[in-house]
């Protein structure tokens, strides 16, 4: 009997799971540091705006690619073994908020704007709750059944 742990329903091999954390995490503070440099007027950096925009656009059409890449079978193992099922639904509907929201910010009309930027920031903040949960969870041992 071998005394390695088994593996995670569900978990990325390593050569997949590096690039996309590292991918959601440039994504993810370009658009923060965008937001404090261009909304909240804060000096962050030497980047301009809009060298942070570009970074942020970037690096979400990549993160959707490796989003798109992951879910056919990361999504249906974790869903066949009943892992994870209520953070992963929460990180498709996170991300699908994103990407349509990010669509509209650059394809929008005017009228909408406002209501597209704030959607894209809240939901753009908790996305990193969201994130963060998804991976604390998947790292739980599954529960073993009780002995009789």
Known sequence: ????????????????????????????LSGLLFYFRHDLQFEVLLEASHSLLVTHGVSAAFALLAFGAILPGHLRAAWIAKRNRVSGVMMIAVMSV???????????????????????????????????????????????????
């Open 1 to 28: 009997m071998s005394s390695s742990r088994p593996r995670r329903v569900g978990l990325l091999p390593a050569w997949q799971r590096s690039p996309t954390h590292l991918i959601l995490a440039i994504c993810a």
């Open 98 to 148: 994103l990407m349509l929201s990010g669509l509209l910010l650059y394809y929008g009309n005017e009228e909408m704007r406002d209501g597209v930027v704030l959607t894209h920031l809240v939901v753009g903040f908790a996305a990193f709750a969201v994130f963060l949960l998804h991976l604390l969870l998947g790292r739980r041992h599954p529960r073993q059944p009780a002995s009789h």
